[in-house]
């Protein structure tokens, strides 16, 4: 779906509104942290002269490598290599962290441009009910939530948090099965006062969601193998009986125990990655849509079609559509329940970033395009504030 002309004069009037703000309020502030951003690169750049003169002595000077690879000593070369890679990373990834955390101490300013509070915590906890009742992560149930910003826009509530969603276990009664944790999400969290009577629970996701894949490394080394070591077994004996004058008793014992490990393990195996997050689409009806730009990425599932259709409407999907634009994804979810808009947009990237160690506070598209994420969202507010005033 093309953004009509009406949104995007809205967002590019969002956009002038904060743009002018920040400049006028905030830019000057934060400003002096770009010299310290040039203080900490040059302070990297004179440690990597040193590491690499250092190894430089070492490893070709000293002929330290030749000597290695005469005594056969690969162990130690592999060790050598890994910590020169941890030479390279960690030292970056250290002032980056550093100069996110300086830059953190003006998020309040930054943000209370629109209304919104900051509040910097990050802490492991049980998952709200909020999200729990979304049915957007079936099996989820703890949370990680960091630079959470809320407030209210325009009178509509809302909350925007970097949050990872985590199942560490099944739920089997009053106890719970201990297993590996899982993280099941990674990205942002917006919650929305929806302003519209909302009894049923409404969903879009992805078509092609791939979520599920995150998990699949663990089992492929863990569970997998053996669902394919029972196949071998059981085609092997298979094969043997089929090619041979036996009769098929002598072959049995092995052919059973081949498919008990074949069904077993290889059941665990997409039970555990893909039927989990299918499960909760059971008693959900699809909804089918008209627009075939938004139907050609994304699913709607509802319990009730006539309320699904009243909440996705054409406006509703143009603001979802620019949503996935400005944040470069297609893997957006959201549902509308108890009241709220969740959504949630699953990013490995740094979002709502004003800057960063090898970025110039001076550097307007960088700038642009933070306010841009922020526009994004505001003009979801926009939809339901408008959905407020005309009773819809």
């Not at 999200?131 to 910003?149: G, M, T």
């Not at 081949?258 to 989990?276: E, H, K, N, Y």
Request: with cysteine; charged share 20%.
């Amino acid at each position: 779906m093309e953004t009509t002309r009406d949104t995007k004069i809205l967002a590019n009037k969002l956009k002038s509104e904060l743009l002018m703000n920040y400049y006028r309020n905030v830019h000057a502030q934060i400003l002096p942290l770009d010299k310290l951003r040039i203080k900490l690169l040059a302070g990297a750049i004179f440690l990597y002269i040193i590491i690499f003169a250092l190894l430089y002595y070492y490893l070709i000077y000293n002929s330290g490598t030749k000597i290695l690879f005469a005594e056969k000593q690969y162990v130690a070369l592999i060790f050598i290599l890994v910590i020169i890679f941890n030479l390279v990373i960690l030292p970056i990834k250290g002032l980056s962290i550093y100069y996110r955390t300086k830059l953190k101490k003006f998020y309040p300013q930054i943000f209370d441009i629109i209304g919104l509070k900051y509040y910097p915590h990050a802490h492991l906890h049980e998952i709200s009910s909020k999200i729990s009742n979304s049915k957007l992560f079936p099996s989820a149930n703890q949370s990680v939530e960091e630079d959470i910003f809320s407030g209210e826009y325009e009178g509509v509530g809302l909350s925007i948090a970097e949050t990872e969603i985590i199942d560490s276990g099944y739920n089997q009664g009053n106890t719970t099965e201990k297993k590996t944790p899982t993280s099941l999400f990674k990205g942002i969290i917006v919650s929305l006062k929806s302003n519209k009577s909302i009894k049923s629970t409404t969903l879009i996701k992805p078509k092609f969601d791939f979520s599920f894949l995150k998990k699949m490394p663990l089992y492929f080394l863990l569970v997998f193998p053996w669902s394919l070591f029972g196949f071998a077994i059981m085609a092997s004996n298979i094969w043997d009986y089929l090619h041979s004058n036996n009769p098929i008793y002598y072959y049995s014992s092995e052919i059973l125990i081949g498919f008990i490990f074949f069904v077993a393990f290889g059941w665990w195996f997409i039970d555990s990655t893909i039927l989990r997050e299918l499960r909760h689409k059971i008693n959900l009806q699809k909804v089918n849509l008209e627009d075939v730009s938004f139907s050609k990425y994304y699913n709607a599932y509802s319990y009730d079609q006539v309320e699904a259709r009243y909440l996705i409407t054409t406006a509703f999907i143009e603001r979802f559509m620019y949503l996935s634009k400005v944040f470069k994804t297609k893997n957006i979810r959201c549902s509308f329940v108890d009241g709220c808009l969740v959504i949630a947009l699953s990013s490995n990237k740094d979002n709502f970033e004003i800057g960063g160690l090898f970025v110039s506070l001076n550097n307007q598209k960088h700038i642009i395009k933070f306010i841009e994420q922020i526009v994004a969202i505001l003009l979801i507010v926009d939809y339901l504030k408008l959905n407020q005033k005309t009773n819809l």
